[in-house]
C-alpha cells in the first residue's frame, strides 16, 4: 500500500537526522560488548501568554511555536477566533512568548492542576470535562481502505520513533492521506503541535482523522474531541474512561490497530468496510513498534 511518493507526500514529517534531536551515548550491550546508541534529547520550554507565565514542559525541542500555540488553544487559554499577532521563540532561554490582545487572567485556572496519565507525564489546567457538552462533532464517513492504508504508510515513515525510541508520535490525516506527523516525548505534545500547525494555518477539523502511536486515554480523547476531530485512531490500546468519553461525545475510537486487525470501542457507525482484511498483509517485522514503547 505505501509507496515511496505518498510517503514523501506529507506536508510536515520527522527528520530524525535533525540537529539537537538525539544524541549518540555509549554504553555496554547484553554480552558486555562496548556499544553506542541514539538517544533521544529533552529539554525544558516555558510558555507565557503575554505576560504570564503558564507552564514549563519537557519536550524535544522542535516546533516550538506550534507546541505553544496548541497547548495554549486546548487548555481553552487561546479562543479560535483570537488574534496572535506574534509567536516569540527564544532558543537560548527555552521560552516562547504568545502575545495577543487579550488580557491574560488565569491565575484560578493555573492553581487547578490534573496531572495524565502520560509516559512524559503532561498538566491539564482546570476541569478536564469543560467544553465537552457543547461538542458536536461531525458525521463523517471513515473507510476502512482508508485506515489500512494510513497505518501502512505511517509505519513506515522514517522517524524519530525508528532512529531512536522513546518517543511518541501523532499523525493529522485526512482520507488515506497523513498531512503532519509530530513526535515528541509525551503524546500530549505531538497533539498540542497538531492542534497549534491547525491554528496557526487555519486548518479545519471536520473531516480529519488523528492517529496517535499512543493508548487511548480519557485526555487523548477529550482534546481529539474539543479540537473537533471526529475519529482517533492508534495502534494501541484503550483506557475504559476513554472509551465512555468518546460514546459520550459521539467520537470514533479505533484502537490495536496492527496489520489487518483494529477494534473499534465507540462511533463504529461511521465505519464503512470497504477493504477485504484478508487481502490486507501483515506488517513488515521490521516497521512494527514495540508495545512497551506506546
Known amino acids: 500500500m505505501a509507496t515511496q511518493d505518498n510517503i514523501s507526500g506529507y506536508l510536515i514529517a520527522p527528520v530524525p537526522g535533525a540537529p539537537r534531536l538525539t544524541r ?3 554504553g555496554v550491550d547484553h554480552d558486555g560488548k562496548p556499544t553506542t546508541i541514539s538517544v533521544v534529547e529533552e529539554r525544558p520550554l516555558t510558555i507565557f501568554l503575554n505576560g504570564q507565565e503558564i507552564v514549563t514542559a519537557m519536550t524535544i525541542g522542535d516546533y516550538p511555536e506550534y507546541l505553544a500555540l496548541g ?11 483570537e488574534t496572535v499577532h506574534r509567536v516569540e521563540y527564544d532558543e537560548d532561554l527555552d521560552t516562547v512568548v504568545v502575545r495577543t490582545d487579550g488580557q491574560t487572567t488565569f491565575e484560578e485556572k493555573l492553581k487547578k492542576k490534573t ?3 502520560g509516559c512524559a507525564v503532561g498538566t491539564v489546567f482546570g476541569d478536564m470535562m469543560e467544553g ?3 461538542v458536536t462533532l461531525p458525521d463523517i464517513q471513515v473507510r476502512t481502505s482508508d485506515l489500512y492504508a494510513l497505518a501502512s504508510i505511517i509505519n513506515r515513515t522514517p522517524s524519530l520513533y525508528l532512529e531512536a525510541g522513546a518517543i511518541h508520535g501523532t499523525v493529522l490525516c485526512q482520507g488515506d492521506r497523513p498531512l503532519v506527523y509530530m513526535e515528541d516525548v509525551g503524546r500530549h505534545n505531538a497533539v498540542d503541535k497538531i492542534a497549534g500547525w491547525m491554528f496557526s494555518e487555519g486548518v479545519g477539523p471536520g473531516d480529519k482523522t488523528l492517529y496517535t502511536t499512543g493508548r ?36 470514533t475510537l479505533i484502537g490495536r490497530m496492527r496489520g489487518r486487525r483494529f477494534v473499534c470501542l465507540a ?21 512494527r513498534r514495540k508495545g512497551g514503547m506506546e
Open 24 to 26: 549518540a551515548v555509549d
Open 71 to 81: 497547548f495554549l488553544r486546548n487548555q481553552g487559554m487561546l479562543r479560535a477566533d
Open 115 to 117: 496531572r495524565t496519565s
Open 132 to 134: 465537552l457538552e457543547k
Open 216 to 251: 487511548l486515554t480519557s485526555e487523548m480523547v477529550i482534546k481529539t474531541a474539543l479540537m473537533g476531530i471526529p475519529v482517533l485512531a492508534s495502534r494501541s490500546g484503550f483506557t475504559a474512561w476513554g472509551v465512555e468519553i468518546a460514546r459520550q461525545v459521539g467520537l
Open 267 to 287: 462511533g463504529e457507525e461511521r465505519l464503512l468496510r470497504d477493504a477485504d482484511p484478508d487481502a490486507v498483509p501483515d506488517e513488515d517485522r521490521k516497521h
